[in-house]
């Protein structure tokens, strides 16, 4: 037997997207919901009233990460259920904000059948803290805290091109908190929209993801000579912005000609002194590189790294790799996987195995606890831009998988 | 019989463009102030104490161009003898400086000679608000007001990155005034550093300017469309980023493989959403194109703008011509030309004429005047760098250049 997911639960998860989605509204559909910012906070409060409307009890730990707990039980830890309000610049209205928005309502369904069924476990809704990585790099800031991938300290002293730094945002929104994050969860489960066109090309309503890809994250500093842009003869010159331009144009150039070659996105640039009549003395790009396997990452940022030591289109510049990370292909729970599976199953709804491309706080979990990641479709596989849009139909069906998922896991029985 | 420049007036000059030069000195050994911020406030108050030492009639106009009339005589108008006291973010100590220091230091010879000769014209020393058009794009906005070749209007709603205009950033510092600008100027004359290597590369002491080069400027806006740096499939990436490094890329290519091309520099972008996991949807560029020819800039610019438009290298991208703009090239007045080569020869100072590549006030007065326009040697050919530096011995000898010139333009006796 499964709680009954009614149509004022449907309605209730659709009104609750919309609510969120007004938070940080742009003119033209989208959200800007940057970490730290206003809007941040107005939507941490918006999930704190909820959490207070469900009877939860509410934590809010150092790095500003929330946490309702939902008390169902005890005898077999609890389990974690949530995604973030933080949003890109260019942000929409369902990533993050789906995840948060079903964990609610799903916490109310099973809260309203509960005495129907023996929950052994509690369930503990959460809202991760700086996921975007949007103004304050890197990502997965909150989630990686909770899992003992970054010290708290690290994470509140990352500073924004403005020179805040997350927790003075934080604290000027009045979320860095003084509590304790859960130390009782054995699972985490995040309902999430998918960013990709796979599932909406497959004609499958719901993505069962059994792994992420690798990523490498570079930040590479061109350094140049400042100088007129008129009268410095051209031997004299040394153009960290020319220098930088070529290495773009010419790394794409690679990924293009290279077989089965990770995606390359540069989508960030600080330039010095960005004046029109000086030359550029310090270009800085942020590259990303993506495969599904760390050694192709590994070896495509290799030859990436030497394209921007390339003399002949360093005109006379220097280049220094000022970060460069490697984020694992992680392997998600195959248990919590198979479970998703078996209620896709039992409900009838087409679903397929497959990788995200894009980091979740999922993934920072999965490296202490069994993790499950559930993609619903993006119309276009558009997201980070107002046009991301996830249809109604595929967010309810997300909302039914996720609250069999966790009755089943609070429930805990040997079936299962 | 000229006015004699003593050993203090030349310890005086050097002093003072020090003086200057410690007023948002950056820890590299420049400067840093922008038109409009406080240091440029602390710069025009060091200005302002001078004028009043001087016993000089003060006013402050509309824009913030600031004058000191010496009242030597009314018989035929006035002299108008300066620069700028603003600069690039990584401004040296002397570009624009020198002008205004030795425009002191003349008026004070000049004042102080005055008893023996029947001076027929006041000495008005200027500070012209915003030459570099470092914050506030474009450049030589206080002279061009004056020359009428910009509305007061126009001038003080230019927008700096940050959305403030002059308007208010003057009036923020006390230096948007109600002042009258003056209605009796005959000519114009400007002592200011080279900023290219033409000088040292010919060891000649003095350039004695008469034309410029014309200039195009264009700004340059790539437009795509924000998604996930991740999971956004290949065909559906707009990357506005990416298309416009490969035109920056291109452009300098064009630029070597034509001959006799003019000077390109792309030193100024601006990146939306400017975030690592976003695909840019919007990346403006601008573009500067300068050659002694104004056909040059024109034909060259349109053969950019043709690159820009090429639709395999903006892949799927538009571009729009957001400004385009061609500043002519001048020709500066040919009797005071005459005057300071004259004055070159009787000193012994060697000399040469020269062609300015950089703008300067004196050319937006050269539209409504006869304007003469002086330079003395940087080190290097380098300027808007720490290292800008003019040598002492230079600098004291475009003192004496200038005021031999001031004196003979005070006379304005038959036989000059």
Known sequence: ?????????????LELIFEFGVIGATPD??????????????ARRLFSSELKALGAAIELDPIGNQFGRMLFGTERGAILCGSHLDSQPT????????????????????????????YRRDL??????????????????????????????????????????????????????????????????????EQGPELEGADVRVGIVDRSWAARKMCLCFK??????????????????????????????????????????????????????????????????????????????????????????????QVATEQDQLRPAVRLDPEGHRLATEICGRLGISWKSMATVAGHDALALSQVMPSTLIFV???????????ELTKPSDALTGLRVLVDWLHLRLLDEAAH
């Open 224 to 317: 140049g000579q400042p100088s007129h842009t008129g009268p410095t003869a051209k031997y004299q010159r040394r153009d960290a912005l020319l220098a930088a331009a070529r290495f773009v144009s010419l790394a794409h150039d690679l990924a293009e000609a290279t077989h089965d070659a990770p995606v390359l996105s540069i989508a960030r640039i600080e330039n010095a002194p960005n004046s029109t009549n000086v030359i550029a003395f310090e270009t800085r790009l942020w590259v990303e590189i993506r495969h599904s396997q760390e050694s192709a990452c590994e070896t495509f940022g290799d030859r990436v790294l030497r394209l921007a030591e390339d003399e002949q289109n360093l005109g006379g510049c």
């Open 377 to 387: 479709p993006s119309v276009g596989g558009i997201s980070h831009s107002p046009k």
């Open 29 to 42: 559909g989208g959200v800007c919901r940057l970490a730290g910012s206003p809007a941040d906070a107005k």
């Open 91 to 118: 942000g929409g209205r369902f990533d993050g904000a789906l995840g948060i928005a079903a964990a609610i309502v799903a916490a109310r369904i099973l809260a309203r059948n509960s005495y129907k069924f023996r």
């Open 124 to 193: 503990i809704l959460c809202n991760w803290t700086n996921e975007e990585g949007a103004r304050f790099t890197p990502s997965l800031t909150g989630s990686s805290v909770f899992a003992g991938r970054m010290t708290l300290d690290q994470a509140l002293r990352l500073t924004d091109a403005n020179g805040e730094t997350l927790g003075r945002a934080l604290s000027a929104i009045g979320y860095l908190g003084s509590g304790t994050a859960p130390k009782d969860a054995v699972a985490a489960v995040e309902l999430h929209i």
């Open 1 to 13: 037997m499964f709680p009954e997911v009614t149509a004022a639960d449907e309605a209730a998860l």
